[in-house]
């Protein structure tokens, strides 16, 4: 193999927490991360406003909503929003399994970015647990299209992203990030890419009660003469596509464990990933569950194929 394998899961080693705003509820909401057994996976406490407790995992088959976020759980009942940039950031930084305690809706949008929940998971370390890590591997092309836009799973020796965007303003263009996914590259090329809106949507949002926390300090904010409203402009040339590809490693993030394989998209967004991730995870012949076999002196670790674990989220 081609790829750095992990052989165990892994969890947090001790527990923190961050305080911030919904970026569409514009409500303040602290959110606690701490340690979870193995196969626990990322699990979200959640409460309703009148108290009502309940259990959503963080699993393609919670998906409740794609519209401006994606949203886990019931949209019009208990349920919590705009997880991609956290998902994300459990994703490429390899942790496994997590206890979430959130006494909001919706997941602080924090500065737009993966940032300070890197900061948060480092502060707090990652520990090794016990029980093998186990991956999704692609098998074969899954394809779904959708207008003009498209997104695929193709089978490759790692974990790759191919992200494309296309936008008529000038100031985004049409643009390609290609990444390997690891926490190093996460942590230096994506995590710090904000999330990004223009003027004329933000008020029409505004009026319908969205993006009620959306400010300067957490979107990248394009006028309509297609200049930066942001003072500090940029912080990579290509902002903009390394944010859809965070956006795209959040939501495949639900698959529920890393695939192995190269996902590739044009003019994607929440829905079509979603879909493409459902469409996969559908057919048992695209995919196949593997770990870590037994190692041998002198030579690599090599996959091999297992029985699926009891909260595998490929049973939609």
Not at 77 to 106: K, Q, S
Not at 148 to 153: D, I, L, R, V
Not at 176 to 202: C, N, Y
Request: glycine content about 10%.
């Amino acid at each position: 193999m081609g790829i750095e394998l992990h052989e165990y899961q892994t969890t947090l080693r001790s527990r923190t927490c961050l305080s911030g705003v919904g970026v569409h509820s514009g409500k303040a909401v602290t959110i606690h991360f701490s340690p979870a057994d193995a196969d626990t996976g990322i699990v979200f406490n959640c409460q309703s406003a009148d108290g009502e407790q309940r259990e959503i995992r963080a699993l393609v088959s919670e998906i409740g909503a794609t519209d401006l976020c994606t949203v886990l759980g019931d949209a019009s009942g208990i349920h919590v929003a705009t997880v991609e940039h956290l998902m994300a950031t459990l994703f490429a930084l390899g942790v496994d399994n997590v206890a979430i305690d959130i006494d909001g809706p919706e997941v602080p949008i924090m500065d737009g970015s993966g940032q300070s929940f890197v900061e948060a998971f480092e502060q707090a370390g990652i520990a090794a647990l016990s029980a093998k890590r186990r991956y999704i591997r692609v098998l074969k092309p899954i394809r779904i299209e959708k207008g003009g836009s498209w997104a695929e799973f193709l089978p490759h020796d790692g974990t790759r992203f191919e992200v494309e965007i296309d936008f008529e303003s000038k100031a985004i263009g049409r643009q390609k990030f290609t990444t390997e996914v690891g926490p190093a590259s996460f942590k230096r090329d994506i995590a710090r890419a904000r999330t990004f809106g223009f003027v004329t949507d933000v008020e029409r949002l505004w009026a319908a009660g969205y993006a009620l926390g959306s400010s300067l300090d957490n979107s990248v904010v394009i006028a309509e003469d297609d200049s930066i409203v942001n003072i500090g402009g940029l912080r990579f040339e290509d902002e903009f596509v390394r944010h859809k590809t965070l956006d795209a490693m959040g939501d495949l993030a639900l698959a529920g464990a890393r695939f192995i394989g190269c996902f590739r998209s044009y003019r994607g967004g929440h829905s079509l990933n979603a879909s493409a991730l459902r469409l996969l995870l559908s057919d048992s012949s695209a995919f196949e569950i593997v770990e870590t076999g037994r190692r041998e002196r002198g030579r690599t670790a090599e996959l091999v194929a297992v029985n699926a674990p009891v909260y595998a989220p490929w049973r939609l």
